[in-house]
């Protein structure tokens, strides 16, 4: 889906005004960690405010690729607005997040009277009563939950941080020319250049992992003058007091595979692994796959390294 200014048909957007913001967001699925560089599958649950008087027919942008403004600039972004609107105010759901810090920096949100899903806020019932677009009342929150896709990247504290863009009219629509129903996402879009805030949101319950794993192969003659290979793992941590643990897979396409797991906490070289177990044996082809596991506070990161053709012969 397209990014702001593309959805808009607008450039050289100025997203700086600070009318609505996302005051709050945590992932609302099972996710609570991801290798930097990768992509992520988020369950988003955002608190939206407006903190200057009453705004109208919000739309949210998330970038789904990397990159300063993504959200504004980018070529795809995850994209959805406040639906559906309610002209009954007792049955807007707006809700509210209250919001712990737990360990490793990390926090957990509760949603206080909400159903994912709305009704939100309609301000313009009286004014445009084809109007269908959510809007936001001054200093009322209200709740957003819905699914993106975006790249794991870390803020300052190692947490995961999304680019997003928010749009906003400052003028109720009438139906006219002028001001035009909003009746679909389509609409859901800046009034003009300058009703927009974009900005880096963090997402405070998943944290970014920068463990890495490779592996260094050096083939070498055993005392029985068969051929073996010392397998050095190549770890990078994301925290240093981390435990790690290791786990070789010897696969092949005929004789089967076995995995070994260890602990590398201390780990610098694995040597003369027995490759002799049932349906694994000599002069074959072996695909190897090394994996280290970092694991902290309870969160959990894996880095996978592979590499192909390990010969195992004998001499």
């Known amino acids: 889906t397209a990014c702001m200014e593309t959805a808009a048909n607008i450039t050289g957007a100025v997203c700086t005004a600070n009318d609505v913001r996302?005051?709050?967001?945590?992932?609302?699925?099972?996710?609570?960690?991801?290798s930097n560089g990768e992509s992520v599958n988020l369950t988003l649950v955002a608190e939206l405010i407006a903190g200057s008087k009453e705004r109208y027919d919000i739309g949210i942008f998330v970038a789904e690729g990397s990159g300063e403004n993504a959200a504004k600039t980018?070529?795809?972004?995850?994209?959805?607005?406040?639906?559906?609107?309610?002209?009954?105010?007792?049955?807007?759901?707006?809700?509210?997040?209250?919001?712990?810090?737990?360990?490793?920096?990390?926090?957990?949100?509760?949603?206080?009277?909400?159903?994912?899903?709305?009704?939100?806020?309609?301000?313009?019932?009286?004014?445009?009563?084809?109007?269908?677009?959510?809007?936001?009342?001054?200093?009322?929150?209200?709740i957003r939950v819905f699914n993106a896709i975006v790249p794991c990247e870390s803020d300052a504290e190692?947490?995961?941080?999304?680019?997003?863009?928010?749009?906003?009219?400052?003028?109720?629509?009438?139906?006219?020319?002028?001001?035009?129903?909003?009746?679909?996402i389509d609409q859901a879009v800046p009034g003009t250049k300058s009703k927009c805030n974009c900005e880096d949101v963090t997402i405070g319950n998943v944290v970014v992992c920068d463990v890495s794993a490779s592996i260094t192969t050096n083939p070498f003659c055993s005392d029985d003058g068969s051929s073996q290979y010392e397998l050095t793992p190549n770890i990078t941590l994301s925290e240093d007091d981390a435990e790690v643990t290791?786990?070789?897979?010897?696969?092949?396409?005929?004789?089967?595979?076995?995995?070994?797991?260890?602990?590398?906490?201390e780990v610098v070289?694995?040597?003369?692994?027995?490759?002799?177990?049932?349906?694994?044996?000599?002069?074959?082809n072996y695909f190897v796959t090394f994996t280290a596991t970092e694991t902290k506070d309870g969160v959990s990161c894996s880095s996978?390294?592979?590499?192909t053709d390990v010969v195992l012969s004998t001499k």
């Open 22 to 34: 996302v005051s709050k967001a945590y992932n609302g699925n099972a996710i609570r960690s991801c």
């Open 74 to 142: 980018g070529d795809s972004c995850t994209r959805t607005f406040l639906t559906p609107a309610s002209c009954n105010l007792t049955a807007v759901n707006s809700g509210e997040l209250n919001c712990t810090e737990i360990a490793n920096g990390t926090t957990e949100c509760d949603v206080i009277s909400f159903t994912a899903g709305g009704p939100f806020f309609n301000a313009e019932c009286d004014d445009d009563p084809d109007d269908i677009c959510g809007d936001l009342q001054q200093d009322i929150p209200a």
């Open 158 to 184: 190692g947490l995961l941080k999304i680019n997003v863009c928010l749009s906003w009219d400052n003028n109720k629509s009438d139906g006219g020319t002028v001001k035009p129903s909003c009746i679909d």
């Open 246 to 265: 290791c786990e070789w897979t010897f696969e092949s396409t005929t004789n089967g595979n076995q995995t070994y797991e260890r602990n590398c906490s």
């Open 269 to 284: 070289n694995v040597r003369n692994i027995d490759l002799t177990g049932d349906g694994v044996s000599a002069d074959d």
């Open 304 to 307: 996978t390294s592979t590499i």
